[in-house]
């Protein structure tokens, strides 16, 4: 009797042993392959990442797009362009910036977002060299549309690679120094370009793409594996998301609208609005471009110590009253900070908004890379229509500088109160 008994009782304790070896196997399985679905996080490699972010987007964005601002005088003056012909091949960079922007995820999907970075840094490279001799404007032309080109699809590709790799508590000051090479091209503009221009027209080409081919090179091998295994977020979190993540794109053209008074004006505001010549000029858009080098880095660390979605809000109202502080006064002081200021939100709110998307979207690189590259292809839309908007209007008013800084300070108060109003919507439901 005894014996039966405590048969039962004996024969089952081997079957609850079994069933929590089963739960520990089924936990350290789901646990692995966690950790394998997650691309690998080395410390030093983050930095090692975000240099060649910071030397692609300093080639295909600073160098491509912002160097040709100087040369501008130079390309008229030789008689290579006349003043009209070089409006238009400026506005070919932008109509290519948009057209990259486009077709960055088509292009990472056939031959890999690397080598598509690789191939971008060396097509702008190639465009340095192709610019240097006038052999005709259909010609020029093109190349500086392929020039516009890479930048869209580095802009789209570089964070989208690196980020990944980089812990949630790093992403902004990461993002930061891969945009970084945004404002250091701006400053080169300012800086170096007057140097190269010194040796002749000819040469300033070849030394801007000798300076392109080094950086291409010494960033060849630092790109990370792309990430793999992603996870496609739920249907519900991606409804959710869905509303506040088209509102970001709104903004983040919004944006870009707010930056066009200073982008194109300000030097011509200082020279010729303000009558202060143009040396007076230059020294304003150097202040533009300093502020855009440390811009990107300060407004990361921010939306790694604040959230993304409030550094996003506060900087939405700095830099509307920045845009804004030209109509109020022209005093040197406050033409200095209003410069330094916006320059530092020109590419200062892209690891922001990265950021914010990184926030909306958690789960799949894939999808962020998706939302990224529509928000590029935003950015560029208002962008563009805002240069030639307020090129229409500057034309119309006879030149009225202050309601072109109005204008840009409206759009990025327009901005700041859509997150308010969502902010608002989102807390009442």
């Keep these: 009797m005894s014996t039966a008994d405590r048969a039962p009782a004996t024969e089952s304790r081997p079957r609850q042993a079994s069933t929590q070896e089963v739960d520990m196997t089924e936990l350290n399985a789901d646990t692995k392959h966690r950790v394998h679905a997650r691309p690998h996080m080395r410390p030093g490699s983050n930095w090692r990442y975000a240099v060649a972010g910071l030397t692609a987007s300093l080639v295909g964005l600073g160098l491509a797009r912002f160097s040709y ?48 970075l690789r191939a971008m840094m ?3 490279t190639l465009s340095f060299f192709a610019s240097s001799s006038p052999v005709s404007f259909t010609w020029f032309f093109a190349w500086r549309f392929l020039s516009g080109l890479t930048g869209g699809i580095i802009m789209v590709l570089a964070a989208s ?21 945004v404002g250091l091209g701006v400053a080169a503009s300012g800086t170096l370009v007057p140097l190269l221009l010194q040796q002749g027209l ?17 960033s060849w091998w630092n790109w990370p594996a792309e990430a793999k295994g992603d996870t496609a977020p739920s249907q519900t979190k991606h409804h959710q998301a869905s509303a506040v993540t088209r509102a970001l794109l709104i ?14 004006f300000v030097v011509d505001f200082v020279a010729r609005g303000l009558g202060q010549g143009i040396a007076a000029g230059s020294r304003y858009w150097v202040l533009y ?7 990107p880095l300060i407004t990361g660390h921010l939306g790694d110590r604040a959230g993304f979605g409030p550094a996003l809000r506060a900087a939405f109202l700095i830099e509307a009253a920045a845009v804004l502080l030209p109509t109020v006064s022209t005093a040197p002081v406050s033409l200095i900070a209003s410069s330094i200021v916006v320059g530092g939100f020109t590419p200062g709110i892209v690891p922001l908004v990265l950021g914010r998307i990184h926030e909306l979207v958690p789960h799949s690189a894939e999808q962020q890379r998706a939302t990224w590259s529509h928000a590029t292809t935003s950015f560029a ?15 119309q008013t006879g030149g009225d500088y202050p309601v072109l800084f109005s204008l840009g300070g409206g759009a990025a108060v327009l901005a700041l109160a859509i997150d308010l109003a969502l902010a608002l919507t989102t807390r009442k439901a």
Excluded: C, E
């Design 69 to 116: 601002t100087p040369l501008i005088p130079a390309l008229i003056g030789a008689k290579w362009f006349s003043a009209s012909d070089v409006v238009y091949l400026g506005a070919a960079n932008l109509a290519g910036y948009l057209a990259g922007a486009l077709a960055a995820r088509r292009v990472a999907g056939r031959i890999g977002a690397v080598r598509a």
């Design 122 to 124: 060396l097509l702008a």
């Design 161 to 181: 690679v690196i980020l990944p790799h980089t812990s949630a508590t790093r992403r902004g000051i990461v993002g930061g120094v891969i945009f970084a090479g």
């Design 202 to 218: 000819r040469q300033s080409w070849y030394g801007l793409g000798v300076l392109s081919a080094v950086l291409t090179v010494a």
């Design 251 to 264: 903004q983040y053209g919004l944006n870009a609208m707010a930056l066009v008074p200073h982008m194109v």
């Design 289 to 295: 471009g300093l502020g855009a080098v440390v811009g």
């Design 381 to 395: 839309l208002f962008q563009a229509a805002a240069a030639y908007g307020f090129s229409w209007i500057y034309a």
